[in-house]
């Protein structure tokens, strides 16, 4: 395509592609801090009800005297004596604990602060009967994610990524500062909201800005870097979340950064490709000269002209003037397919995902070796993925992927929950699954729409993805119904969604779609070659037919 030949003519990937993909890359690096951030600044530590005032305690200074016991012979977290006790501790087994009068804590809580010093659920009393509070945080979190996917990946279109990324950078940084010195539970959740949005627009942006000012043959290469920085961001959060117990110090050392990245992304450079679809060519031909000047490009920068670019471009110019919108994705028939498709992934992966990732101390062992576990088999599984990719095509990783998380997940629904090694590894075993099946769908989706629509179809694939990130905590509770409930659940939806790719075109080795009519053409191309190959067929056994009649 007449772009991907501009883009080799100024350098391909040069100093400009360089700088630029690692400074947009950097800031994803806290992408995995934000949106598992939760799973430490929310933690539930140990926690029993606060005495009475002036309360006496046993002969041996034992809680036991107002504390009723559970089965495991700890103190119970929602409950007291509404009198001291006298005699042995009781436990639930025993009919007198069952008779003894007891009241809620009515005083507040004592928190075992061994392990994390402070957090969201210990400053504002986030248990017992307000234990759901703690899950709505997140659930707004997320959101915000959904909300800013809709918004930006829109606005970003309109506007340019650079515009966006500019923005979003800043609202991450101010959003995440105030959530760090919120006073109140109710502006907490706001806050994060907010981030949420900014977030999820930085992540869509960050791909589609990356992945326009690349070369054809590097752009598997593009996505699997952005899936290793996020992976990495992993092994960050839990190195930051141990050395850092409090929750708001966290929460202030994530977003600080930001007003770095918000400083230098005004030297950002917008995607030409973007401006060539607005008909800008003026600003097309300045931003390629320009990137030819870093590239060491500059005689070949001089050679071209707007004159030049309309020749070249002329395709993309002439039926890439009319605004798409996110109505066109179910209007145009060769859009509506990609779009419903596309959708099934998105949530499939994230409902997923998020179902076994935001319930680490679920596993029993250390928050902190989970979170680092799980960001661990992100590298090979990430690698595979990357091979996969550039041997075989998107298709087969993305079918590959979702198709063996949800049999990992499966299996250990079925597994006793006392074999604790085989059900962990599955776990993890899964997640690296989905996290590839995350790398390849961003990839996969920004090369499948063509750019007039671009960062509006990822905009709307994140947004489904968001609804499977809300969903998944609602999932979690039909643990309540029947235990495995969750996981037969989570394991279904992405084996049923890999079906999905079998209606997708393979886009390994082709260029980007720059207008719907390039879809078109994609299909028809496609219907041309079985048809091609079948004339061909018939030609050769026409001729054999004649050989045979000469003979």
């Known amino acids: 395509m007449a772009f991907n030949d501009l883009l080799k003519q100024v350098g391909a990937v040069g100093r400009f592609q360089q700088i630029q993909v690692a400074l947009v890359v950097l800031p994803l690096l806290l992408m995995a801090s934000h949106n598992t951030l939760q799973n430490f600044t929310a ?13 006496s305690l046993g002969p041996d200074g034992d809680l036991g005297a107002w504390l009723p016991q559970d089965p495991q012979g700890r103190p119970e977290s929602c409950l007291r004596f509404t009198t001291r006790q006298r005699g042995p501790p009781l436990t639930n087994s025993t009919t007198a604990n069952l008779t003894e009068p007891t009241e809620p804590c009515v005083d507040g809580w004592v928190y075992d602060n061994s392990t994390f010093q402070s957090t969201i659920v210990t400053e504002w009393d986030l248990v017992c009967a307000h234990r759901a509070l703690r899950q709505l945080a997140q659930s707004l979190y997320m959101v915000g994610v959904l909300l800013g996917a809709m918004s930006f990946g829109h606005l970003a279109d309109r506007l340019g990524r650079r515009k966006v990324l500019i923005l979003n950078y800043l609202q991450t940084a101010v959003s995440g500062t105030c959530a760090a010195y919120a006073p109140n539970f109710p502006l907490y959740c706001t806050f994060r909201l907010l981030s949420g949005m900014s977030l999820a627009s930085i992540t869509i942006n960050s791909m589609t800005i990356n992945v326009e000012w690349m070369p ?19 092994f960050l959060l839990a190195g930051l979340a141990y ?28 995607s030409a490709r973007w401006l060539s679809c607005r008909g800008r060519l003026d600003l097309t031909l300045s931003t390629l000269q320009r990137v030819a000047r870093i590239n060491g490009k500059q005689a070949e920068g001089a050679k071209l002209s707007v004159e030049v670019l309309r020749t070249s471009l002329q395709k993309e110019l002439t039926l890439g003037k009319g605004q798409a919108s996110a109505m066109d994705l179910l209007r145009c028939p060769a859009l509506r397919r990609l779009f419903l498709c596309l959708s099934m992934l998105w949530f499939a992966t994230s409902f997923a995902y998020y179902g076994l990732v935001m319930d680490l101390q679920g596993f029993g062992v250390s928050i902190y070796l989970i979170q680092v576990i799980f960001g661990a088999i992100d590298l090979p599984a990430k690698l595979v993925c990357f091979l996969v990719i550039n041997s075989l095509g998107r298709r087969p990783a993305q079918a590959a992927s979702l198709l063996l998380a949800g049999i990992c997940i499966l299996m250990n629904a079925v597994i006793p929950r006392d074999q604790t090694i085989v059900r962990t ?27 007039t629509i671009r960062q509006t179809g990822l905009g709307m694939g994140s947004t489904l993805a968001r ?4 969903v998944s905590p609602l999932v979690s509770m039909t643990t309540e119904l029947y235990p495995t409930a969750p996981l037969f659940i989570f ?11 079998a209606l997708l075109p393979e886009t390994r080795g082709r260029p980007l779609p720059d207008t719907v009519q390039d879809l078109d053409s994609r299909r028809v191309g496609r219907r041309k070659q079985p048809e091609q190959e079948q004339q061909k067929q018939m030609a050769l056994l026409q001729s054999a037919t004649q050989e045979i009649n000469g003979l």
């Open 43 to 55: 933690a539930i530590p140990a926690h029993h009800c606060r005495l009475p005032p002036n309360a």
């Open 216 to 234: 054809i043959h590097t752009r598997a290469c593009m996505g699997t870097l952005t899936g290793y920085t996020y992976s990495l961001g992993q």
């Open 243 to 270: 050395a850092v117990p409090h929750w708001r110090h966290l929460q202030l050392l994530v977003s600080a950064p930001f007003y770095a990245f918000f400083l230098y992304s005004w030297f950002f450079i917008e």
């Open 425 to 451: 590894s599955l776990a993890v075993l899964g997640k690296g699954c989905l996290a590839s099946s995350f790398n390849c769908i961003f990839l996969y989706t920004g090369e499948l729409y063509p750019t």
């Open 467 to 470: 609804v499977g990130s809300i």
């Open 491 to 501: 394991g279904t939806v992405p084996v049923a969604a890999s079906a999905a790719t």
